[in-house]
């Protein structure tokens, strides 16, 4: 279990996350919803140790983890599949998937799950990972987080800007990494359906804060329309 108990979060001087207050149970997924700019990256950020500086307490199936740098906390299980991908052009698809398992401190390689999941991907190891559509680079960042042998995964709108008939693959594959995996997973998702198919459970962000959470069929139309609608 990740849990985060008054966290507060500062880039600079601008504080970003105020007394946050999150669960997310062990094997779950938990749905991270919100508007634009309310403090959702920041959450993933902070608990990867990647903001300025932060405060509280931040535990992961009981080790507290808020003190420890970065590389640590990859090292303690948890991986990143950041906004955007984050995929290197130049390096092929294979060195973008071994480059997620030097964040860890077990053995380097491609993960076993990686031909299953993503066929193409396996097929096509020593292309150029800039020549990627979207949905594949998606795949690639999903690929280079499973090669560190996470426990915990942080998802930051997978399927943001990706083509309409791929979102439905992606989605599928990450509701495979927690009921076959048993990874838990962060999700921070603006489809409000997705969330609903996917998690356990939600915490919704609103100025820095978690201002309502809990299981995922507690979540009403009524907070999506007052905390979600644009
Ligand atoms: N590197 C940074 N330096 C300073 N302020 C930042 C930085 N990154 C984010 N912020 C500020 O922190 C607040 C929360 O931003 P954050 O990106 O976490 O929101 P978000 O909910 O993930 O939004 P989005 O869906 O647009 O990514 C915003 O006010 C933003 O301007």
Redesign the pocket.
Same mark, same amino acid.
């Given at each position: 279990m990740l849990s985060l108990t008054h966290v507060d979060s500062f880039?600079?001087r601008?504080q970003?996350?105020h007394d946050m207050n999150v669960t997310a149970p062990k094997g779950e997924i938990l749905a991270v919803l919100?508007?634009?700019?309310?403090?959702?990256?920041?959450?993933?950020?902070t608990i990867l140790g990647l903001? $300025?500086r932060s405060e509280g307490t931040i535990s992961l199936d009981g080790d507290e983890i808020s003190s420890m740098p970065t590389h640590d906390r990859a090292r303690s299980g948890i991986a990143y599949v950041p906004?955007g991908r984050m995929i290197i052009p130049d390096f092929t698809i294979r060195d973008n998937i071994l480059m997620g398992g030097f964040a860890s401190s077990g053995p380097r390689g491609i993960p076993e799950i990686v031909p299953d999941l993503f066929p193409y991907l396996m097929d096509n190891l020593d292309r150029p990972g800039g020549v990627l559509s979207g949905g594949q680079q998606q795949q690639l960042a999903i690929a280079r987080a499973l090669a560190c042998a996470p426990s915990l995964l942080l998802m $930051?709108?997978p399927t943001e800007g990706i083509q309409p008939n791929i979102v439905e693959q992606i989605e599928d594959i990450i509701i495979r990494l927690n009921r076959d995996l048993g990874l838990t997973i962060l999700l921070?998702e603006?489809n409000v359906p997705f969330a609903r198919r996917a998690a356990s459970s939600f915490v919704m962000?609103e100025h820095?804060t978690a201002v309502e959470a809990g299981r995922i069929h507690a979540l009403t139309e009524d907070m999506v329309a007052r905390h979600m609608a644009i």
């Open positions: 880039y600079g601008s970003a996350l919100g508007r634009n700019g309310v403090g959702k990256t920041t959450l993933l950020r903001t $300025d906004q $930051d709108e921070v603006q962000v820095g």
